[in-house]
């Protein structure tokens, strides 16, 4: 089992900026690619942005590309994301997910453990 936590999430105006952060705890973090996701009001969840268990190998959609960047650390066992940038249609509630193996994943159902979400809110 892996246990996630996400935090950082709040009201910030249209072009502004926030840091979420994913802590995890249990198996053993590195083994484990992670995953950023989002999910508005009446919308299917949403890939923003994975990494490799190395760090080495980063992923974004194409919404949030040179705005938003995903960082880990493997020894405090956490997951980042840097928010810049926001627009309104970021608003969402942003998850963070584990997992296994080497292959970076848009697709939920690929990601084992999720967080409970962190509530993201951009206003125009």
């Known amino acids: 089992q892996v246990q996630l936590v996400e935090s950082g999430g709040g009201l910030v105006q249209a072009g502004g900026s926030l840091r979420l952060s994913c802590a995890a705890s249990?198996?053993?973090?590195?083994?484990?690619?992670m995953g950023w996701f989002r999910q508005a009001p009446g919308k299917e969840r949403e890939f923003v942005s994975a990494?490799?268990?190395?760090?080495?190998?980063?992923h974004y959609a194409d919404s949030v590309k040179a705005r938003f960047t995903i960082s880990r650390d493997n020894v405090k066992n956490t997951v980042s994301l840097q928010m810049n940038s926001l627009k309104p249609e970021d608003t969402a509630v942003y998850y963070c997910?584990?997992?296994?193996?080497?292959?970076?994943?848009?697709?939920?159902?690929?990601?084992?453990?999720w967080g409970q979400g962190t509530q993201v809110t951009v206003s125009s």
């Open positions: 249990g198996r053993t973090f590195r083994n484990y690619a």
């Open positions: 990494i490799s268990w190395t760090g080495g190998v980063k």
């Open positions: 997910a584990a997992t296994p193996g080497v292959v970076l994943t848009t697709i939920p159902g690929r990601y084992d453990y």
